[in-house]
Structures are given as structure tokens and as C-alpha cells.
């Protein structure tokens, strides 16, 4: 719930910088125009040109009153040099032809020589257009009438009502920025020219949100001791500090699970996150996620990955398995024996330059076979850059340009995505992976086949895009002479020239299971995020017992 409300906070931020930002730029363009030149009023004029009332001929009260009931007032004025009678009665208005009699008519012509009458530019008349709805650039006005342009700097534009003979209002160019920058420092992009519109009491409500949701995270920070400049470390940043064997992948959030300590003595209580990562068996252990807990004098803590080491590794082997990933193959520079279990990994310790500065970035990469070879193998997937204005994945590509009899740094053995080999296990095991997962699981199917205490059968369930991302797909096929293996490759993209699975991986793998006990079954999962997630919740719900589901997350 709290990862929810960070999310949900963070882009809530983001919606109200960007308006805070339109504010900021509409205010200057108010400030720097000025009120005349947004009214579009520059070329505007008031029309002095009527003809004197009392030379007029005007109709008598009787000829008004018999056409209107509930008459409230009349008027008499004059539109151009022709008198007119304006009639407010029960009905509304009324503008009458005071010569006449007849209602009003305004023509083209007429609209024309009115519009002029309030026009001081050095324009000239360049069309006049009939309106039958008014216009969106006059507000609240929906009635017939016309639009003169005028052919001038401005690209004046003048509306007259048809009904009334009035000229309606000025508009131009400068006129229609300046409309826009009050759209924007408003937030009225509808155009009602209310303060009561549904986006701008929306954007409240996102506000209030925003400030009880900060409230609520600051006082989480500040009883968690993190607005504290004195405050405790993690154990996970302790040990970093202290350039220890400790993994982690999602940067102290308690979500990748791999920094495992073991308190011993006095046993802190568990977190949401522990709860989470670790079993209960872990758990009553004194296991414990050290991004979740800080340094106490009162508590005794060992890594969990006691075998882990810093060795130097030499390439001797760099290919390419598919489009996007690569084999290094490495020999360990040291003179003791380097040991490690099917499942494993090794976290990279690769040089990068940050500006002037030389860091060391740290990238955790699963062996890809069985132990029992001098050499070690990872498959790297090299990280494109998502767009022009980002750089490709810094990790990924340095160990994908390493040349033969390059070095490296390296920590490890560590993780424990290790084979289910409890007493008397019998179950099936099922192996689903996609991408760049298929390293963990490769060393896992190796080591179960080469294991001469087991017999158990293996169905192994791998995802790609295209036939060509299919990594070690001929050694899996070879592998299926095997009785005890089940190689099911699965395409998610259209491919008319394949004969195989195709679809989204863990939907293939749910429909085998489905016509198994599930009881039976130990499941390992390794892949691509969106997968993992994905056939994590595809298992939860066809109810595959958890203690039997073991999974990867590097963020591959």
C-alpha cells in the first residue's frame, strides 16, 4: 500500500509541476502584453457616426404595444442612421426597424458598414462571412450574425449580431495567444470562462490529495528516522559501505529480496517486506531483508551469503546467442577452488565514469551451467537505449565489449534460487523463464539431470519473441532424448514458418498445469519482469502452493 501511495504521489507531483510551470509562463506573457493588446481592442473604435433621434421618424406607442404583451421598457437608438426601437418584454427582446416597424434585419452590406464604424485601423474589408451560431472566439454568444475580416497586421476580426445590428466584439491575433495563456493559467480549456468547472475542482481535489499523501510519507520518513541527517544506516548500506559480499537489486526496497541477513540473540520484528520476500521458515530463522533494518548495538548479524567472495575473472569467451544476448564465458583468477550451486550468481563490480567522476557500478548476472567446469558462465542481455536522449544500459554494455583476456571483478557466490531437493522430494519440476532468465534456469535443468539422487521429470517452459531469441535452443532440443525432459519454446510475436507453441509463455505453462496435481509440482521462475509478475499471479491463482514456487528477480 505504501509502494502504491509513493507511485501515485510521485506522478501526482509531476502533474502539478507541469501546471505550477504553465502558471509561470502564462503570468509572464500577462505581464509582458499588457490588458489592451489582449483585448483585442487595438484597432477598435467607438461609432460616433449615429444620425440625431429627434430628426427621425419614429412609430407611435400604440403600434408598439399592440405587437408585444408585458412590455417592460423601450428604447430608441440609432444603428448606422437608421432608428430602432429595443423592446424588452415577457418573451425576452426585440429590436424593431422604428421607421418601419418591421422586425430588424441586419444585411451584409450593413454588417459591413457597421463593423468599419468601429474599426481605426489601416485595414480594408477583406470578406464577410454569415454565421448561423454565433462564434467560439465571442463568449456566450450563439445567436446569427456575420464576421468581417479585416486585411490588417492583426488579422482583425469583427462580429456583428444579425438580430441587433450590434457589433459584438473585436477579436485578432494577439488576442487569440492571449486567450490561450488564460486557457492554460485557468484551466479552463473548455472555454466556459467559469472557475467552476469540473477540471479546475478536479485539480483541487488532485492538490488536496497530493499534500495528505506528502503529509502522510514525511511522517513515515520521519518516524523511519530518514529526515534525520544523523540517522542510523540500513544494514544493507552498513555492509556496502564496508565493501562486504551483500546483494541487492532494487536499491534498498525491500523488493528483490537478496540481502539477506541472519540476526542472532535479539531477533528485530519482521517488516511488511520481510513477510513478503521471505518464508515463514526463513523467518522464525532470524532472517531478515537488511534494507529493512538499521544498525543497533543491541543486535548480532551475519551475512547470509557467508561463502561469497571478491575473485578477478578472465574472459576467454565472448558470443553471441542471440540478436540481444551474450555468452561470457570467464576463468577465475584465483589459486583456490571456486565453488558455487546451480541457481547462483555473481555480482560484477564494472568501472564506469560519471562525469568526472569514477565510479564502480554493480550488476548481479546467474551462472549458466551446473558447477563442475574450471570455467564460468553468464549470458548477459545488452540493454538498448530506450530512446535518442538516453544511454544504453552502462552494465550491459561494458561486459558485452570485453574482449578476450579482459578482467573483472566480481562478488560472490551468491542468492539461493536453488533446486528443491528436500528428503524424499519426488514432485515434477517445472522451469519458466523468458529472455535473459533462461541462465539460471539452464544451470538448474543441467544440475537435476546430472544429479544421480534424482529421477524426477523436468518440464521447462521458455518464452521468446522470435525464433531467433530462442537461446540454446538446438542444446534443449538435443536434451528432450533425455526422457526425463520436456522442452516446450513458446513465440509471442506471428510467425507463419513455426510449427511450435505460440502465445504468451506462463499461459502455455498454465494450461499444462492445470491437468496436473499441483501439490506435485515445484515450480522456478526466472524472466523479464512483466512475465514474472505475470506467472507469479497465474500460479497464486490456479493455487500452486507457495512454499513450492521459487523465483529469480533480477529486473532482467
Not at 146 to 159: C, E, G, P
Not at 230 to 250: D, V
Not at 322 to 331: A, D, G, V
Request: net charge negative; proline share 4%.
Amino acid at each position: 500500500m505504501m509502494r502504491f501511495l509513493q507511485w501515485l504521489h510521485r506522478w501526482t507531483s509531476l502533474i502539478i509541476i507541469i501546471q505550477v510551470l504553465l502558471w509561470i509562463i502564462s503570468g509572464f506573457y500577462f505581464s509582458l502584453s499588457g490588458h489592451h493588446e489582449m483585448s483585442g481592442h487595438q484597432y477598435h473604435q467607438m461609432d460616433h457616426s449615429h444620425a440625431p433621434l429627434a430628426s427621425s421618424r419614429a412609430l407611435d406607442w400604440p403600434q408598439i404595444a399592440n405587437q408585444f404583451s408585458g412590455i417592460s421598457g423601450v428604447d430608441l437608438r440609432t444603428v448606422g442612421e437608421v432608428p430602432q426601437y429595443v423592446v424588452t418584454h415577457d418573451d425576452g427582446v426585440s429590436y424593431l426597424n422604428a421607421t418601419t416597424g418591421e422586425l430588424w434585419s441586419t444585411s451584409e452590406a450593413m454588417a459591413a458598414s457597421l463593423a468599419l464604424a468601429t474599426y481605426s485601423g489601416p485595414g480594408a474589408i477583406e470578406s464577410v462571412t454569415p454565421l448561423t451560431e454565433g462564434s467560439s472566439e465571442v463568449n456566450g454568444w450563439r445567436e446569427p450574425g456575420y464576421r468581417v475580416d479585416i486585411r490588417d497586421d492583426l488579422n482583425t476580426r469583427i462580429y456583428v449580431d444579425a438580430a441587433s445590428g450590434t457589433v459584438i466584439e473585436h477579436r485578432n491575433t494577439p488576442w487569440l495567444l492571449a486567450d490561450w495563456a488564460f486557457k492554460l493559467h485557468f484551466m479552463d480549456y473548455s472555454g466556459e470562462r467559469n472557475f467552476n468547472h469540473l477540471l479546475i475542482v478536479s485539480a483541487g481535489v488532485v492538490t488536496l490529495w497530493f499534500t495528505l499523501s506528502g503529509l502522510i510519507l514525511l511522517g513515515r520518513n520521519l518516524a523511519r528516522g530518514d529526515m534525520n541527517p544523523r540517522r542510523k544506516q540500513t544494514y544493507l548500506e552498513f555492509y556496502q559501505a564496508q565493501q562486504q559480499p551483500i546483494a541487492s537489486a532494487c536499491g534498498g526496497g525491500g523488493t528483490c529480496g537478496l540481502c539477506k541477513v541472519r540476526f542472532r540473540g535479539l531477533v528485530p520484528s519482521p517488516t511488511k517486506n520481510d513477510r513478503a520476500m521471505l518464508t515463514e521458515s526463513d523467518l522464525n530463522d532470524g532472517l531478515r531483508l537488511s534494507c529493512q533494518h538499521r544498525v543497533s548495538k543491541g543486535h548480532e548479524v551475519d551475512i547470509a551469503a557467508t561463502d561469497a567472495r571478491q575473485i578477478k575473472l578472465k574472459l576467454v569467451h565472448n558470443r553471441v546467442l542471440t540478436p540481444s544476448i551474450h555468452e561470457l564465458t570467464f576463468l577465475p583468477q584465483t589459486e583456490s577452488d571456486f565453488n558455487y550451486q546451480a541457481g547462483q550468481f555473481m555480482q560484477f563490480l564494472i568501472p564506469c565514469r560519471t562525469g568526472n567522476d569514477a565510479v564502480v557500478l554493480h550488476r548481479n548476472y546467474s551462472f549458466a551451467t551446473a558447477p563442475g567446469q574450471p570455467e564460468l558462465t553468464f549470458t548477459v542481455r545488452k540493454m538498448p537505449a530506450p530512446n535518442t536522449s538516453c544511454e544504453p544500459g552502462l552494465g550491459s554494455t561494458y561486459l558485452c565489449s570485453m574482449k578476450t583476456g579482459d578482467t573483472i571483478d566480481a562478488i560472490g557466490p551468491m542468492g539461493d534460487f536453488l533446486l528443491n531437493n528436500e528428503a524424499a522430494n519426488e514432485r515434477r519440476q517445472v522451469f519458466i523463464g523468458g529472455g535473459a532468465g533462461i541462465a539460471p534456469l539452464r544451470a538448474l535443468i543441467q544440475a537435476e539431470l546430472e544429479s544421480a539422487q534424482s529421477n524426477r521429470s523436468i518440464q521447462f517452459f521458455y518464452g521468446a519473441r522470435n525464433k531467433s531469441e530462442l537461446c540454446y535452443y538446438d542444446d534443449f532440443m538435443a536434451l528432450q532424448s533425455e526422457e526425463r525432459l520436456q522442452y516446450h519454446p513458446v513465440l509471442s510475436e506471428q510467425d507463419d514458418h513455426w510449427r511450435g507453441l505460440s502465445g504468451f509463455v506462463h499461459e502455455i505453462a498454465q494450461a499444462w498445469i492445470q491437468t496436473q496435481d499441483v501439490q506435485s509440482l515445484d515450480v522456478y521462475v526466472c524472466g523479464p519482469p512483466a512475465m514474472l509478475a505475470a506467472t507469479q499471479s497465474m500460479l497464486r491463482a490456479i493455487g500452486v502452493p507457495q512454499e513450492h514456487i521459487r523465483y529469480d528477480d533480477f529486473g532482467i
